[in-house]
């Protein structure tokens, strides 16, 4: 079925597939976004075998060859302008977390954001910093009109990211998500074009 917009999309197609997948620098000296490769593998797999990521991702890569055919995946969400999957990586190339734009939509100029680091980085505001950079690529670079992102409400850690990335607290979406333990709130959190 063809659906006809009253209004033009927001971005284009072609914003992102029309050039390869950036690497975006971290303001604060030493980290970048970049894409996934094949190499660090075992440093994203080793990311849950930690209690505490598993306790806010219930989708879980078991092995390196499930891992490669998660990054074979983060491409083609590139190329069909679906996604965005980035390493938050220090200069050396060392593995510290993950950042992805996921539930693109062109025509709303939306996107969702999603992260975890790795329990070495935490507390050192990487994945504030991450988010920020990331945000300010797409809002700013892209045209992106609308960030989003959700977080159980008892994930106080991603609900100070958030804040600290500029997000804003937009609400609670009631029993919105299924975790290991139950079903739990969700927060709303969303940053704008032209929100400082």
Same mark, same amino acid.
Request: with cysteine; net charge negative.
């Given at each position: 079925?063809?659906?006809?917009?009253?209004?033009?999309?927001?971005?284009?197609?072609?914003?992102? /597939?029309?050039?390869?997948?950036?690497?975006?620098?971290?303001?604060?000296?030493?980290?970048?976004?970049?894409?996934?490769?094949?190499?660090? /593998?075992?440093? !994203?797999?080793? *990311?849950?075998?930690?209690?505490?990521?598993? %306790?806010? =991702?219930?989708?879980?890569?078991?092995?390196?060859?499930?891992?490669?055919?998660? !990054?074979?995946?983060?491409?083609?969400?590139?190329?069909?302008?679906?996604?965005? =999957?980035?390493? @938050?990586?220090?200069?050396?190339?060392? @593995?510290?977390?993950?950042?992805?734009?996921?539930?693109? $939509? !062109?025509?709303? +100029?939306? /996107?969702?954001?999603?992260?975890? @680091?790795?329990?070495?980085?935490?507390?050192?505001?990487?994945?504030?910093?991450?988010?920020?950079?990331?945000?300010?690529? *797409?809002?700013?670079?892209?045209? !992106?009109?609308?960030?989003?992102?959700?977080?159980?409400?008892?994930? $106080?850690?991603?609900?100070?990211?958030?804040?600290?990335?500029?997000?804003?607290?937009? +609400?609670?979406?009631?029993?919105?998500? @299924?975790?290991?333990?139950?079903? =739990?709130?969700?927060?709303?959190?969303? %940053?704008?074009?032209?929100?400082?």
């Amino acid at each position: 079925m063809t659906r006809t917009l009253s209004t033009p999309p927001t971005l284009a197609s072609g914003c992102l /597939a029309g050039g390869p997948q950036p690497v975006i620098p971290v303001a604060g000296g030493g980290l970048l976004l970049r894409p996934w490769e094949r190499a660090d /593998a075992a440093a !994203f797999l080793s *990311a849950y075998e930690d209690e505490e990521t598993c %306790r806010w =991702h219930t989708h879980r890569p078991s092995t390196v060859a499930q891992v490669e055919e998660w !990054f074979d995946g983060y491409r083609q969400d590139w190329e069909r302008e679906r996604g965005c =999957h980035w390493a @938050v990586a220090r200069d050396s190339g060392e @593995v510290l977390g993950r950042m992805a734009l996921r539930r693109v $939509d !062109f025509e709303d +100029g939306a /996107a969702n954001a999603a992260y975890w @680091v790795l329990p070495t980085a935490r507390g050192a505001g990487v994945a504030s910093r991450a988010l920020a950079a990331v945000s300010a690529w *797409a809002l700013d670079d892209i045209g !992106f009109h609308r960030l989003e992102l959700d977080h159980s409400t008892r994930n $106080d850690a991603s609900c100070k990211v958030a804040t600290r990335a500029g997000y804003l607290l937009e +609400g609670t979406k009631r029993s919105a998500a @299924v975790h290991d333990d139950g079903r =739990h709130d969700m927060h709303l959190h969303a %940053r704008v074009r032209g929100d400082r």
